[in-house]
């Protein structure tokens, strides 16, 4: 099997998330600024726990191979990544360690510790398939909306957003990851019991995608 | 530091969990039957997860005794309690196995997902504290609803719910563990590194449980 | 593959394992009676990290028929294979916690350090992987023992041991967990790089075996 | 508490593993050459797993300062420490890939996995009391070798080895690691339950590290 399988077996739940409306509003540069405010400090905190996965990818890798490739994704999540939030946040004068004093909310619980304890409880293929549905969603959003003509780019406050995960660099990162877990997967059937388990690990780790988003949506709505 | 100080450190969150519009409703006898079903097929999932926390607290037990403490538990979940929400749903004709194959909420994963992180993450007290909620929570929720003047038990639909919580057996075994966690605790200081951590550990478990009741009250409105 | 693939792959540590100078000496019933004091010793603290592999293995089971089977294990280990080793150390006076006090020598450390590590790393198939040396081996060992005509039972002070691991009971028990490692290796390429790091799973486990016997046989040596 | 509490607590064995017969005679130059080289070989095993161990320390880590501290660690680990080993053993037509296909010796195995497992058991503290022996003793044990007189330098096959663990950086991160050591153990009382376990984790750990020396001198005498 390779990542299109899990794609494939959770049709419906990916659409939901890869076109969900805060992404399209966030397209269009309708989004109210509370929720993608709301949203960058939540992913802040998401990537901290992403972080804790990768390093997980470490202890679990099987050579020192595979521990290097996690090293470096744990190392541009701590050090780019994180600090690109710090530092777009800092306009509303928020340090990092606000951002780390802010609670979690339950979207992001959910998501973050599903995958850490599905990574945990399974291996090393079971962990990259959890961690899958994030870059390889926001890749596939990044592509949708500059090919949509519902989106707005001059002008919209969210263009820094769409040019990065529309970009190339990002793409091809992504690209390799994804070439990576197809290699993982490529011994696997999809329909032997691990083949869709496995298919249950990406569909759940979407599904809570979805809660993310919803929440950031919910923010502007609450305040 | 004790049980209580945990609960005092995060009194609002405790107040909204204890009393949320859920047990009200229930204690009232007013809640949607909906409401109820699907909180106790998402209960029964709770649960397995649960069962797979005390699994681990066998695996980080200082010593045999502490090992033999929690395979009680995970038998007592496995066999009594699991036992308990498949009898009750096979009035709908379900099944364990039916049951088993629904989808988990978001609620479901958050809360869970976030006790076994926590406890995989620190130890035995970590593992424990993040537990805590759950039984401390629902004895006081038994014991609230049988002293308000605004449940109603004749003719309740749920009052083998509030005769389960508020019962004897319930509220001892709680002491007990209570009493486990109290022991535990004994030699953190509340104001050390330790402590603090613990009570935000405690506040995050707590907040998912609200999380859970909202999701159950969410499910009559959505379908 | 099944389990035979894995005994295939490394036949010269399985033989060292299963026809080990421990066990011959045990079987004629040579052996020095420290050596067989500081096994049982040493054992009963394997038994304990074993038990919390089996613990693990409810953690990581993929449905409650999984997590009720591990459960039995551990239940086992926990209640009756703990206990005996006690009642046989008690004609030395010494109690379960004199025991439990006891230092772990370096080849316990390394056997039962390894299983947890490996299936902790891995997932359900690893730890049970891990694992099966153990079983499988003490099985084969019985079954070498009875049929050996350098075997002797009358007036051996450990005919007990060949009793219990030659036995219906034991070589039932180890028979049906044969059958569920055979289920979980079913659907695996032996040479995959899954089925072939399996493989090493089962070597290292089973290299570890022979250090733990020899170091029982060492303790006669050294005091 | 702090990191002279837990040498204090295991002082003979201290004493063993930092004046260890593997250690003097790499000191006096007289230490057979087969065993050097399979310290070497296995002592690159060993920093594989370390380096595990400390991804492990970025998974368990409080925050996001603690988190990028232990990411440091497995950064040296992963490309200078590794590095080192595999140019010295170039030497003698070794590759990476070959060091990393060698089998891992019983007191490898032991006291790495050991480490893994008292981390993943315990929290943060114990992962990095376990982790404590090795540097805090490699530091001592370069003290000691330059200043004690049947250490011969001029000539001596392994006096890289020597300036290595004598030397101002390794001597001072040292440093840095037991100070950051002794802020974790600050709030916690020597006598209190805890304190006891973090002793008998240290311990044990330093039991390995004799074991460890031990099988490479083995080594020279085996083959």
């Known amino acids: 099997m390779n990542h299109q399988d899990l794609i494939n077996a959770c049709q419906a739940d990916w659409a939901e998330y890869t076109q969900h409306a805060f992404v399209k509003q966030l397209g269009a540069g309708t989004l109210p600024q509370p929720s993608y405010l709301h949203y960058l ?4 905190l998401f990537l901290k726990q992403y972080a804790r996965a990768y390093a997980l990818a470490i202890y679990k890798a099987p050579n020192l191979t595979g521990m290097r490739k996690a090293l470096t994704s744990v190392h541009a999540l701590l050090d780019s990544e994180i600090a690109h939030h710090v530092t777009y946040c800092s306009q509303w004068g928020l340090t990092e ?3 780390e004093a802010e609670a979690e909310d339950v979207g992001t619980v959910a998501y973050t510790r599903y995958v850490l304890d599905a990574g945990m409880t399974g291996d ?5 398939t959890a961690l899958a549905p994030c870059a390889l969603g926001y890749a596939e959003i990044g592509r949708l909306l500059v090919a949509s003509n519902e989106t707005v780019r001059e002008g919209n406050p969210y263009d820094s957003w769409i040019s990065l995960y529309s ?3 990002f793409q091809q990162g992504v690209a390799q990851g994804r070439d990576h877990l197809d290699s993982l997967l490529q011994d696997i059937d999809v329909n032997s019991p691990r083949g869709q388990h496995l298919i249950q690990v990406f569909k759940t780790a979407t599904r809570m995608e979805v809660a993310f988003w919803q929440q950031g949506l919910n923010a ?4």
């Open 41 to 44: 400090k939540q992913d802040f």
């Open 97 to 99: 360690a606000d951002m």
């Open 124 to 128: 090393i293929v079971d962990l990259y």
């Open 167 to 169: 970009g190339e660099e």
């Open 220 to 223: 502007s709505q609450e305040g």
